[in-house]
């Protein structure tokens, strides 16, 4: 990978986007030209590589053939420029959930489907995963690969960082003031000192849109025949979303053979010794972590039906569900050659 690049990050001084330049200069992406933009940031000041640069703006933006652009904007940005970008010859990795479903573009997590990415011929829009999608399945794709997944239920516990800076004050401001339930004005309800079991608008199935992300992504980079049920809760947090997760697998395996999978995994680490109160929790294991943490491992036969049970802990900003699986991918492309 030493072919520099021409970058551009549209979102660079969000919560995301600063993440993303922390793990570009981390992993020593290869930059030769760094282009910041924005609307409402433009002229802000941005820091990359020991190097200052200014947030240009992003209607002005002309685009350069093979460039590497990353979204972390939100869907209407995304909407507006993303594909326009790719027809001027670039590669586009869209954060938001915009284009996720769509089937002519690739929602990819490396570690599961990157050989998508080596398919490619030419410049092309490519999806990141919901934060909560990614951890999950970093953790059941090595398991569904030894005991195919039949049914699985999952109960979400969402750090207020996955909603951005707004939420971020919201939780602080509720937190230190004296009258909390007026100033909610991100969420539905107070989340300092509560859990909301709403992330995102409800659906007609009366399940949340956030809900439905995770079946739909599941099925789309995962197996489209696994059984899916979710509840998402936002939680007083500040960052790191945490999942509990059951479900039903094609034959038995023991809690020993799953810990034995998922350390022979990439991206997982297992922190599993309940005599020793060993487990993950958001603010041990997700600040500025790229592992995805795994423990309270349990089989259990029900009912003549063989169960596991998991928790599962990430950074859903700077790792695995945003910032890490942006990065990722573009290091993909650019190992695959695509840009000689």
Same mark, same amino acid.
């Given at each position: 990978?030493?072919?520099?690049?021409?970058?551009?990050?549209?979102?660079?001084?969000?919560?995301?986007?600063?993440?993303?330049?922390?793990?570009?200069?981390?992993?020593?992406?290869?930059?030769?030209?760094?282009?910041? @933009?924005?609307?409402?940031?433009?002229?802000?000041?941005?820091?990359?590589?020991?190097?200052?640069?200014?947030?240009?703006?992003?209607?002005?933006?002309?685009?350069?053939?093979?460039?590497?652009?990353?979204?972390?904007?939100?869907?209407?940005?995304?909407?507006?420029?993303?594909?326009?970008?790719?027809?001027?010859?670039?590669?586009?990795?869209?954060?938001?959930?915009?284009?996720?479903?769509?089937?002519?573009?690739?929602?990819?997590?490396?570690?599961?489907?990157?050989?998508?990415?080596?398919?490619?011929?030419?410049?092309?829009?490519?999806?990141?995963?919901?934060?909560?999608?990614?951890?999950?399945?970093?953790?059941?794709?090595?398991?569904?690969?030894?005991?195919?997944?039949? @049914?699985?239920?999952?109960?979400?516990?969402?750090?207020?960082?996955?909603?951005?800076?707004?939420?971020?004050?919201?939780?602080?401001?509720?937190?230190?003031?004296?009258?909390?339930?007026?100033?909610?004005?991100?969420?539905?309800?107070?989340?300092?000192?509560?859990?909301?079991?709403?992330?995102?608008?409800?659906?007609?199935?009366?399940?949340?849109?956030?809900?439905?992300?995770?079946?739909?992504?599941?099925?789309?980079?995962?197996?489209?025949?696994?059984?899916?049920?979710?509840?998402?809760?936002?939680?007083?947090?500040?960052?790191?979303?945490?999942?509990?997760?059951?479900?039903?697998?094609?034959?038995?395996?023991?809690?020993?053979?799953?810990?034995?999978?998922?350390?022979?995994?990439?991206?997982?680490?297992?922190?599993?010794?309940?005599?020793?109160?060993?487990?993950?929790?958001?603010?041990?294991?997700?600040?500025?972590?790229?592992?995805?943490?795994?423990?309270?491992?349990?089989?259990?036969?029900?009912?003549?039906?063989?169960?596991?049970?998991?928790?599962?802990?990430?950074? %859903?900003?700077?790792?695995?569900?945003?910032?890490? %699986?942006?990065?990722?991918?573009?290091?993909? @492309?650019?190992?695959?050659?695509?840009?000689?």
């Amino acid at each position: 990978m030493n072919k520099g690049v021409s970058l551009a990050l549209i979102g660079a001084s969000g919560v995301v986007g600063t993440k993303i330049i922390q793990l570009l200069e981390k992993r020593e992406f290869p930059v030769d030209k760094f282009i910041p @933009l924005g609307n409402s940031t433009v002229g802000s000041s941005i820091q990359f590589k020991n190097k200052e640069y200014r947030v240009s703006s992003l209607e002005e933006f002309n685009a350069e053939k093979g460039q590497f652009i990353i979204f972390s904007a939100g869907s209407s940005v995304a909407e507006k420029y993303a594909r326009k970008f790719v027809a001027e010859g670039c590669f586009v990795i869209d954060l938001s959930s915009n284009f996720r479903y769509q089937d002519d573009v690739p929602l990819i997590i490396p570690e599961i489907n990157g050989e998508v990415l080596k398919s490619l011929s030419k410049p092309s829009l490519i999806a990141n995963p919901n934060c909560s999608t990614a951890q999950l399945l970093m953790a059941l794709k090595p398991i569904h690969d030894q005991a195919e997944i039949k @049914l699985l239920n999952i109960a979400t516990y969402q750090a207020v960082s996955g909603t951005g800076k707004a939420a971020l004050e919201e939780l602080h401001d509720q937190t230190y003031s004296g009258d909390s339930a007026s100033q909610s004005t991100v969420y539905p309800k107070q989340i300092a000192f509560n859990v909301i079991p709403q992330c995102d608008i409800f659906l007609e199935n009366n399940f949340t849109k956030e809900e439905m992300k995770l079946t739909w992504e599941t099925h789309k980079i995962l197996d489209p025949n696994i059984a899916i049920q979710a509840t998402c809760v936002r939680v007083p947090v500040i960052n790191g979303h945490s999942e509990a997760v059951f479900f039903r697998v094609s034959k038995e395996i023991s809690r020993e053979e799953i810990i034995e999978i998922l350390e022979n995994s990439p991206g997982i680490k297992v922190l599993d010794d309940p005599q020793a109160g060993l487990y993950p929790t958001p603010v041990e294991n997700a600040s500025d972590t790229e592992d995805v943490y795994v423990g309270r491992i349990r089989s259990q036969n029900l009912a003549g039906e063989s169960w596991i049970s998991m928790w599962i802990v990430a950074d %859903n900003v700077y790792g695995k569900g945003a910032a890490l %699986n942006a990065v990722q991918i573009c290091e993909e @492309l650019l190992s695959t050659g695509i840009l000689r």
